[in-house]
């Protein structure tokens, strides 16, 4: 990579795609996009390598250039805003249920835990709703973040806040979708889970409740980290686009991914039978 960007051969390496391909497609479809420098060269962004691993993932299923080109695009055109509603479309299957405030405490607390247990290159995204939120687990969200190669956190902040050895702080935009959400997302070599809950207008029984799926599958987990990196990109570009590219390769597998999963479950039984 160049200080001015992504340049082809970059790009080739890391999504597999050859330059002749890439050329055509850009000649036949005017795709990638990328930007050009006063010499003719072409540079490309982290963007550009997540679409056109997309597409390549898209022939390799057996879908038309042009149809796998379109699609792409679509996507990032329609980049969610939810990550809940992202996790749905992407596994619809997953069960929801409607849980209150301490119960999303206690599977938060043993989400973070086991990812803070796990590799130093650990990836961690939080979403709090509101300020007062984040300021009354600031203190356990700091020694996390000490402990995480990157990590970020969403809430109704006035500002983006980059506090040293500490969570990148970013806003959300008044009247977001990413205001009704609680969200918990680690990533790393070693093990990845994710939890997501949509909180229902108003309190029943005087009880804050939420729509809540959580997983320890990778895959699952990376889709939610995707999209907290999507949402973080406008505020903390130079941040986001690392992880993005890291996040861009494929899931590592291991030969203890139950093992893992029945570590997080013994901590999420846990932290409920204190809630």
């Known amino acids: 990579m160049t200080a001015d960007g992504l340049a082809m051969r970059d790009v080739v390496e890391r999504t597999g795609v050859g330059e002749a391909t890439l050329r055509a497609w850009e000649s036949r479809y ?98 709090f709703q509101r300020e ?33 050895a500490a969570p990148v702080e970013v806003p959300i935009p008044p009247r977001d979708p990413l205001e009704r959400e609680w969200v918990v997302v680690c990533d790393s070599s070693e093990s990845a889970a994710c939890m997501v809950g949509w909180e229902r207008p108003g309190r029943e029984g005087g009880r804050r409740l939420f729509e809540t799926v959580w997983t320890a599958d990778r895959e699952t987990a990376r889709v939610a980290a995707r999209v907290c990196c999507d949402l973080a990109r406008d505020d903390a570009r130079d941040l986001v686009e690392p992880v993005v590219a890291r996040l861009s390769e494929p899931v590592p597998r291991s030969d203890d991914e139950l093992r893992r999963a029945e570590s997080l479950t013994g901590r999420m039984i846990a932290y409920l039978a204190t809630a």
């Open 30 to 127: 005017g795709f990638p996009e990328p930007r050009r420098l006063a010499s003719g060269h072409r540079r490309y962004d982290e963007r550009d390598v997540e679409l056109v691993s997309q597409v390549a993932r898209l022939r390799e299923a057996g879908v038309p250039v042009k149809a796998a080109i379109e699609q792409a695009r679509r996507g990032a055109e329609r980049a969610p805003r939810s990550v809940f509603a992202a996790l749905r479309r992407h596994r619809p299957e997953l069960q929801v249920a409607v849980l209150p405030k301490r119960s999303l405490l206690a599977i938060s607390h043993a989400i973070e835990d086991e990812g803070a247990s796990g590799a130093s290159d650990m990836l961690l995204f939080g979403a």
């Open 132 to 164: 007062r939120h984040y300021r009354a687990s600031e203190a356990r969200w700091r020694e996390l973040g000490r402990a995480a190669a990157q990590a970020f956190v969403f809430a109704d902040f006035t500002t983006v806040r980059r506090p040293r």
